[in-house]
């Protein structure tokens, strides 16, 4: 959340040089100006964090293929736009994501696998034959690192494998050493907030040193080391050569000297952010990451978050990702050999309790409603039922419960398919049939999931309507749209 406030409070003056912003500074979130959005909507940095995000959780697992499709979504189509469109992207991710199709292209025709397949393509086998690096060296913009913070989030509690994965989730679309290690970098200091490190920490020259273990065995390229060493901490800020420029170690500097000066108000530091000029969102948004995960949702100010664009889809992203990537440490917990590891939920994620599962009730069948008169209707079902499921016609026209179960049925996967008794006669497992056809074929949760997860069906109330659909067309568009299904007309490029 404080990401998506960086990128909407600075979105209004992107490109502006660093006099125009000394003239005019800004002081508080207002709409207009370089994208004529409205006040609280978010661009491009905030779009992609989403589609990351959305991936992490969907896939329940760093899956950069996954990343780099919903990113593509987004160009193509608008996926996780505040407006519904891509209408602003730089020219590395744009490459990249170009390459990415081109990739994805060429592996359909190798491997025989139909295009329109290759957006949900799962099996391990090909994924870790596709190659997902789309960049090359050299290219080191702060595109990156504007779309990190869910990386950190979701795998905090394993800090060896969230930096790693936080450098992978950078050299996918930007392929330089510098990116990887920003990243790295960036995304230890996310955790180290997370973990309630102090400032005087988190900003202290032997960071790196003190949590070397965190990195593995490759150290940091020398001009994120000099950054680590705190090249950063100028008192006179762009006098003393901050820029918020596009390039990363610019960008990663004017972040962190706005968090070191912001005298412990996520306010004052997102504004400093901003007023540096130039690339005044994705600098912002940067800052945002680490300040947000350091000050929490509790000191982001009331009456910008009042008008943030997607602010409750936002919200309950970060809670699914707490939910999910908690779920990630307890099967991946000695994975890294990790003896810091740290299950102390940060105060600014809410209270886990919210998040236990409910335990479906085991009912006894109370079905007995007669309806003689549909054996018609219980065709449809009969034929959708396993084998090893198939009910006498008297069992079919006399339980209406079994009838009402015909619709969620055939939407289930094979292979999750219930005895009839374990679906009619369970309302949750009911109520989660509108949520099941909406899934994405890469999605892999199984009907216990759907009916044990609270956060789940929470989620289908959550979604704003028209947010993310392409118009205000209901929910289950709204759905379908979230989850990759989109009305081919869509596509604007
Ligand atoms: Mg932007």
């Known amino acids: 959340m404080g ?11 992107e490109f502006r040089p660093h006099e125009y912003l000394t003239a005019h500074p800004v002081k508080n979130l207002m709409g207009g100006g370089t994208w004529g959005l409205e006040k609280g909507q978010f661009t491009d940095d905030t779009s992609m964090a989403l589609c990351l995000a959305t991936s992490l959780i969907a896939r329940r697992d760093f899956v950069p ?36 199709e081109k990739n994805q292209k060429d592996f359909a025709n190798k491997t025989s696998i139909p295009i329109d397949y290759m957006d949900f393509l799962c099996d391990p086998n090909c994924l870790s034959e596709f190659n997902v690096y789309c960049s090359e060296a050299g290219v080191a913009g702060n595109g990156a690192l504007m779309r990190l913070a869910p990386v950190p989030l979701f795998f905090y509690r394993n800090p060896k494998k969230a930096v790693e994965y936080a450098g992978i989730s950078g050299k996918i679309t930007h392929g330089d050493d510098k ?151 307890k099967s991946h917990i000695y994975d890294d050999g990790d003896t810091e590891h740290n299950d102390v939920l940060p105060e600014e994620i809410p209270d886990r309790s919210r998040f236990r599962r409910f335990t479906v009730h085991t009912m006894v069948s109370k079905a007995s409603d007669s309806n003689n008169d549909n054996q018609n209707i219980a065709t449809t079902y009969q034929s959708s ?94 759905h379908n749209y979230l989850f990759g299904k989109f009305p081919k007309s869509s596509k604007h490029s």
């Open 179 to 329: 990116v990887y290690d920003a990243c790295r970098f960036y995304a230890a200091l996310i955790i180290g907030a997370l973990q309630h490190k102090s400032k005087n920490e988190l900003l202290k020259e032997t960071f790196y040193t003190d949590n070397k273990i965190w990195f593995g065995d490759k150290d940091l390229h020398p001009d994120i080391q000099k950054i680590s060493d705190g090249s950063y901490k100028k008192k006179r800020g762009y006098e003393d050569g901050i820029r918020g420029k596009g390039y990363i170690i610019s960008a990663l500097e004017a972040a962190l000297w706005a968090f070191w000066s912001d005298e412990d108000s996520f306010e004052k530091g997102v504004l400093k952010a901003i007023n540096l000029g130039d690339d005044t969102d994705t600098t912002a948004a940067i800052y945002g990451q680490l300040a947000g995960a350091y000050y929490g949702y509790k000191a982001l100010p009331e009456e910008w978050l009042e008008h943030m664009y997607g602010k409750r889809f936002i919200k309950c992203l970060s809670k699914w990702i707490v939910y999910e990537g908690e779920n990630w440490s």
């Open 385 to 478: 039922m396993p084998k090893n499921d198939r009910r006498s016609s008297e069992d079919l026209t006399n339980n209406k419960p079994l009838q009402a179960a015909t619709s969620y049925q055939s939407s289930m996967s094979k292979n999750d398919r219930k005895p009839s008794q374990g679906f009619s006669d369970k309302k949750p497992l009911q109520r989660a049939t509108s949520y099941q056809p909406c899934m994405p074929e890469n999605d892999l949760r199984s009907s216990k999931d759907l009916t044990d997860n609270k956060l789940i069906q929470e989620d289908l109330e959550l979604a704003p309507p028209g947010t993310y659909s392409l118009g205000n067309s209901g929910r289950r568009q709204t």
């Open 65 to 100: 293929y996954d990343q780099l499709v919903r990113y593509k979504w987004w160009y193509q189509y608008g996926y996780m736009s505040s407006t519904g469109k891509c209408f602003d992207i730089g020219a590395a991710t744009r490459q990249s994501i170009i390459q990415f």
């Open 3 to 13: 990401m998506a406030l960086g990128d909407a409070l600075g979105a209004c003056v």
